[in-house]
C-alpha cells in the first residue's frame, strides 16, 4: 500500500473533481506536501483520518 497519495488518487477514492480538492487543501481539510513545483502528494493516514471524520459526520 503507498505511503503517499497523488490529488489523482484522491479524485478517485472521493470521487470529486480537482477544483474540489483544491478547495479541500484551502479550507485545510487536506494537508498537501509539494514535492517538486508541480508535484503535489498527500499522507495516507490524513486522508483515512478524513475518511473517518467524514463517516462520523454523515452518521450524527
Known sequence: MKEFLTRKDIM??????????IR???RG???P?????????Y???DIE???QSKMK???E
Open 24 to 26: 479541500m487543501e484551502k
Open 49 to 51: 483520518e478524513l475518511l
Open 29 to 31: 481539510e487536506l494537508k
Open 57 to 59: 459526520g454523515a452518521k
Open 12 to 21: 478517485e477514492l472521493f470521487n470529486i473533481s480537482r477544483s474540489t480538492v
Open 43 to 45: 499522507r495516507r493516514e
Open 33 to 41: 506536501i509539494r514535492i517538486s513545483p508541480r508535484k503535489i502528494v
